[in-house]
């Protein structure tokens, strides 16, 4: 399932399905959010997959390390051009939006993206 979720995210980023906005000078931002549980009594469940995937790509293309910010550990990297912030919240997933919508609110991410 791992190797899926990489090579869509690739595709996705290599210009499978990216459109730019034209009308912006800046180039677009983007938040990929892995949701999961904290703590290593969670590590290998599954409702941890999307903290799996983060960890994956990471991996794969070797992100910097993550930084603690907006409660969740963050890597901010580039992809094609764009800014891309890779979120993994540090709370319970049903209270994973605050970390969310302060990450977006800090960093003027469009709800689209």
Same mark, same amino acid.
């Given at each position: 399932?791992? #190797?899926?979720?990489?090579? /869509?995210? #690739?595709?996705?980023?290599?210009?499978?399905? &990216?459109? #730019?906005?034209?009308?912006?000078?800046?180039?677009?931002?983007?938040?990929?959010?892995? &949701?999961?549980?904290?703590?290593?009594?969670?590590?290998?469940?599954?409702?941890?997959?999307? !903290?799996?995937?983060?960890?994956?790509?990471? /991996?794969?293309?070797?992100?910097?390390?993550?930084?603690? #910010? !907006?409660? /969740?550990?963050?890597?901010?990297?580039?992809?094609?051009?764009?800014?891309?912030?890779?979120?993994?919240?540090?709370?319970?997933?049903?209270?994973?939006?605050?970390?969310?919508?302060?990450?977006?609110? !800090?960093?003027?991410?469009?709800?689209?993206?």
């Amino acid at each position: 399932m791992l #190797k899926r979720l990489s090579a /869509a995210l #690739k595709n996705f980023f290599t210009g499978g399905a &990216l459109v #730019k906005d034209q009308t912006k000078e800046a180039a677009p931002m983007w938040l990929v959010i892995g &949701l999961g549980n904290p703590g290593t009594e969670h590590a290998e469940q599954r409702h941890n997959v999307g !903290f799996m995937a983060i960890d994956r790509m990471a /991996a794969d293309y070797n992100f910097p390390s993550p930084r603690q #910010k !907006f409660n /969740a550990h963050i890597i901010e990297t580039s992809f094609n051009g764009d800014k891309v912030l890779w979120m993994k919240p540090q709370t319970f997933m049903n209270l994973s939006g605050k970390s969310v919508a302060e990450a977006a609110r !800090f960093y003027k991410i469009a709800p689209e993206n």
